[in-house]
């Protein structure tokens, strides 16, 4: 009886061990899946995982399947992670072309769109019916190389690294390699070649560009006087521009490197234009070192507009459009013969870094108060600030002198032209004043030229209004407007300014079709939200919202311009206002904004853009809002 209950139990163990084997041997990941029960299934065919694409335009493609809920209702969307980004991804199912084909058990689908330079990671989202989701994440990187010209033959391409020259160091850390990759068979990889750009733009002293070296990344070029034209202040009016053109290829000779110098309105200066310098900088890419000099000498507290020209190109294409302003120093009536030795020098002749503080309207108290009696009387001051002093004014104190009678013209005299200053919200705000923004107290630095204030009194860094040059797109470089226009009151009682900071913030920019990254070729680091002075003018302008008459950086004509029709926002207004960046011609940061009267992929015609329709942008792509402030500062795309 023990010997059978013995082998009963070894023929169970046998039986056993049997099925537990031949389960190992016949399990194979192509035809088992282990995954909870209900979970929607997602899975990519193509590209490999880390695959480097040569076109901006990327096809990926996969398989869908779900135990509960039939293909046909099986939902994907499609977002990825920005660079720098560690909150929400961006969505991005819309702004490529999604397509899913059912069938019996399954189904197969495809996303296709246009991606920047770089590396990307996009994540797909597979939702059944329940609601019950399933991810997969699929990472590739686009490096544009290929172009018709300049063949490397295929030894060359498996064997060498190509690195597209950058402007300055900052976009050197975030280019991207042109290197094929090891062990890739292609016949041929070519250079990527690119439109000419705009790396730098200096306002320096007569006498010193041969100072300037582009090579030199490194070299803090303030020291030699070299100052950034970007919205600088109290340039000496002995200056001149020293501009640097990247480039592959020479430039049109045929056509001036500036199409307009001069005051905003008036007829642009005559000056000298002239290549000073052509250097190699890495891989194919030169440095043209230009230099601009006025034919009269600058004029003493006058804002300078400099309009780069449009036509500047090279076989790949134009350059893209820049428009920058500078201010000079003002006259100052101070006696100035112990700063200089000679008597005819005046203090606008003289850089800051040589000025005393004591010959400084604007700046610290220091052991003599010459420039305090400019603004405050001790015993005549109007008000508990004491002001009134040798300039007073107890109507405008800043506008006295910066009418233009001794300072910069900031505006006409407020008192004086309230009407034509009635679309200027900043002067119809009540609370709204030049030290808002300003610190008549501050003196004016490399650093902070217009004498910024803080952001606020808890956050000491100083407020900052970035514009094409050196914008990033992030909330914290516009703090110069962000602080007030964040929804809350700038004074206690006064009505709240409008909250643009929310379209800087999550999840208006996740959704923004002006969150932006800029081509190489465009000469910006943007990445990101458009800044507001692509816009606005700070100090007031001839329409409503303050917004600019030339938009898109060119130097336009006269019934060109962008102008509003009265003192309300209309639909009209609001269509000129879109259509002037998006007429399939205005490039702003290497992109072209586009208005298609006819969808891509049916041929029906697009409700909003046909030239006969009325109706404002803001009824389609003003959010959930409808608003012209959403569709202008994070307009959504339309669904249909």
């Known amino acids: 009886m023990k010997r059978m209950n013995v082998k009963r139990k070894l023929f169970t163990y046998i039986v056993i061990w049997s099925v537990f084997l031949s389960s190992l041997l016949l399990y194979s990941p192509q035809t088992n899946v282990l995954s909870a029960t209900g979970v929607p299934e997602i899975s990519m065919n193509t590209p490999d995982e880390g695959a480097v694409f040569n076109v901006s335009t990327v096809e990926l493609t996969g398989k869908i399947s779900s135990e509960s809920t039939t293909p046909d ?43 920047s330079e770089g590396p990307h990671t996009l994540t797909f989202f597979v939702t059944d019916k329940d609601g019950v989701s399933n991810s997969v994440d699929q990472s590739f990187t686009v490096r544009t190389t290929v172009t018709e010209r300049n063949k490397v033959t295929q030894s060359a391409a498996l064997n060498e690294t190509v690195d597209p020259s950058q402007p300055s160091t900052k976009e050197e850390a975030t280019s ?6 090891p062990g890739t068979m292609q016949t041929s990889i070519e250079e990527n070649r690119n439109r000419p750009y ?20 490194k070299r803090d070029w303030t020291k030699e006087h070299f100052l950034p034209a970007e919205d600088m ?79 500047i190109a090279n076989d790949s294409g134009k350059i893209i459009p820049r428009f920058l302003k500078f201010t000079t120093v003002s006259i100052n009536q101070q006696d100035v013969e112990d700063l200089s030795t000679d008597p005819e020098m005046k203090i606008a002749d003289i850089p800051d870094h040589k000025r005393s503080l004591d010959f400084n309207i604007h700046g610290n108290y220091s052991n003599v108060t010459n420039a305090c009696q400019y603004c405050h009387s001790t015993h005549n ?100 407007c962000l602080s007030c226009h964040r929804g809350n009151a700038v004074e206690k009682g006064d009505k709240p300014a409008s909250d643009i900071n929310q379209y800087y913030s999550k999840p208006h920019i996740n959704e923004s079709l002006h969150n932006i990254n800029a081509t190489e070729d465009s000469g910006s680091t943007l990445n990101g ?43 009209s207004d609001e269509r000129k206002f879109c259509i002037s960046c998006h007429n399939g011609s205005t490039n702003i940061y290497g992109i072209t904004g586009k208005l298609s009267e006819k969808d891509a992929t049916t041929g029906d015609p697009i409700s909003g853009h046909q030239k006969e329709d009325k109706q404002g942008c803001s009824s389609c792509h003003g959010g959930p809002s409808k608003s012209a402030r959403e569709a202008a500062h994070a307009p959504k795309r339309a669904t249909q």
């Open 73 to 115: 209702l099986l939902t994907i969307k499609v977002f990825e992670q920005l660079p720098g980004d560690s909150e929400q991804p961006k969505e991005m199912t819309l702004d490529g072309k999604l397509s899913i084909t059912p069938k019996d058990k399954d189904a197969d689908f495809s996303y296709s769109g246009d991606f």
């Open 176 to 181: 991207q390699s042109a290197a094929s990759t």
């Open 233 to 311: 202040t109290r340039v000496p009016v002995g200056y001149q521009i020293l501009i640097d053109i990247r480039s592959d290829e020479s430039l049109s000779k045929t056509q001036p490197l500036i199409t307009f110098f001069g005051e905003h309105g008036k007829d642009g200066e005559k000056g000298k234009e002239k290549l000073i310098n052509t250097l190699d900088i890495s891989n194919g890419i030169k440095s043209f070192v230009y230099t601009f000099t006025p034919e009269k000498k600058l004029s003493h507290r006058t804002t300078y507009c400099v309009y780069l020209n449009p036509n």
């Open 529 to 571: 939200q458009f800044p507001c002075a692509e816009c606005h003018e700070t100090h007031g302008s001839n329409n409503i919202k303050m917004l600019r008459e030339e938009l898109g950086n060119v130097q336009l004509k006269a019934e060109d311009k962008f102008k509003t029709t009265g003192s309300t926002w209309t639909d």
């Open 198 to 217: 705009m790396a730098k733009m200096y306002l320096i002293p007569k006498g010193s560009e041969k100072l300037y070296d582009p090579t030199d990344t």
């Open 381 to 480: 001051g109007k008000n508990e600030r004491l002001e009134g002093g040798t300039f007073g004014n107890e109507e405008n104190l800043c506008m006295t002198c910066h009418d233009g009678t001794t300072g910069t013209q900031i505006g006409p005299k407020v008192v004086e032209h309230k009407e034509t200053l009635k679309t200027n919200q900043h002067n119809q705000n009540s609370s709204s004043s030049c030290t808002s923004c300003h610190n008549p107290h501050t003196q004016g630095t490399m650093e902070n030229p217009n004498s910024f204030k803080p952001v606020s009194t808890a956050d000491s860094h100083i407020r900052t209004y970035k514009k094409a040059s050196t914008a990033e797109g992030k909330a914290d470089e516009f703090s110069l």
